[in-house]
């Protein structure tokens, strides 16, 4: 985990608390307790809770640490 730390430092993109979680925003939620457990889909905060970025549908989802959602980049040769 520690490999992780490092990276979030380099990207700035590190977890942080719930509850500074802006609106409209497509983000990557977890639960931290023991261990990371990172919802398999970004989400986007709403005045009703949240909703999955992908079907804009709802989620139930109890995150306590939310961070900006950066898909993995595939970058494929052209010629």
């Not at 990276?7 to 925003?25: K, M, Q, V």
């Not at 949240?50 to 950066?70: E, F, G, K």
């Amino acid at each position: 985990m520690r490999w992780m730390r490092i990276l979030a430092r380099l990207f700035g993109n590190e977890w942080r608390d719930i509850s500074t979680a802006p609106h409209r925003r497509t983000l990557e939620l977890a639960v931290i307790d023991s261990g990371v457990h990172a919802a398999e889909a970004p989400c986007i905060r709403n005045a009703d809770g949240w909703i999955d970025a992908t079907t804009m549908r709802p989620v139930q989802i109890r995150a306590t640490h939310w961070r900006y959602w950066n898909p993995d980049l595939n970058f494929r040769a052209c010629c």
